[in-house]
């Protein structure tokens, strides 16, 4: 049976690449972003199985109103992955209050309030797979990245806290680090000089990202909950 997925963050190149990987497998696809154009042209490519949903999940109200356009669907979520994310290279000292409050807000507060507002209709039919995007960065100190850092690995922390929560109700939920990933967010240069930190020698295609992400989602896995899947080419291996 076709399974429903939600994926937020869905126009990104993770996000884009996780709803082909999904609906190749044939599940059913609900794609949050946030921009109009991007979405339309994300279904013209991938078809039916593909229903998108225009929101900001930046703010609370955001959430509340794509959960509501969700209706009765967001009672039937299978499987929800916490995708959306944003990311600045900035020095802490140099940091602003926008900056700080965006990290937050997307990377952490978006995945807790959306997951909060699923979670009843996963804890009524006793099942249910919310896999959140994290990061490398979560995992172990990057320069540049102080507040997207703390917010991935409160992140982790959320995970491992939902996991240990509601493993009772046949609710289980694991987290995905990725280190460097080509997915265009980071300038040629400076993925360059990270790149040469990872032994592999290079960053992850999205769809090498999206097909890991499917397989933790399928029931080859599913004694896995409150785990952080480390997916960066070996450089959290790296002192």
């Keep these: 049976m076709a399974r429903q997925v939600l994926i937020t963050g869905v126009t990104g190149g993770i996000g884009g690449a996780l709803a082909e990987s999904f ?8 794609g949050i972003g ?24 930046e ?4 959430i509340d109103a794509a959960v509501d ?18 990311m600045k290279f900035t020095p802490t000292h140099a940091l602003n209050a926008h900056d700080v409050h965006s990290q937050l807000a997307i990377n952490l507060l978006a995945p807790i ?16 797979l919310i896999v959140n995007m994290a990061s490398a960065a979560g995992e172990r100190p990057s320069p540049k990245l102080a507040a997207y850092g703390a917010a991935k690995a409160g992140l982790i922390h959320f995970t491992r806290t939902l996991a240990a929560e509601y493993a009772d109700a046949g609710i289980r939920c694991v987290a995905i680090a990725p280190g460097p990933v080509q997915t265009g967010l980071v300038d040629k240069f400076t993925m360059a ?18 097909d890991f992400v499917r397989y933790i989602a399928s029931n080859a896995v599913n004694l896995a909950t409150g785990s952080v899947f480390t997916v960066d080419g070996g450089l959290s291996i790296r002192s």
């Design 23 to 30: 609906i190749a497998n044939g599940d059913m696809v609900i």
């Design 34 to 57: 946030r921009r109009r154009d991007k979405l339309t042209a994300l279904r013209d490519r991938l078809g039916e199985s593909l229903d998108s949903l225009q929101a900001d999940l």
């Design 59 to 62: 703010t609370v109200e955001g």
């Design 69 to 86: 356009a969700l209706g009765d669907r967001a009672n039937a979520i299978d499987v929800l992955i916490n995708n959306a994310g944003s």
């Design 113 to 128: 309030w959306l997951t909060r507002k699923l979670l009843p209709g996963m804890i009524d039919r006793k099942s249910g």
């Design 193 to 210: 000089m990270i790149v040469r930190s990872v032994p592999l020698k290079r960053a992850a295609l999205p769809a090498e990202i999206a």
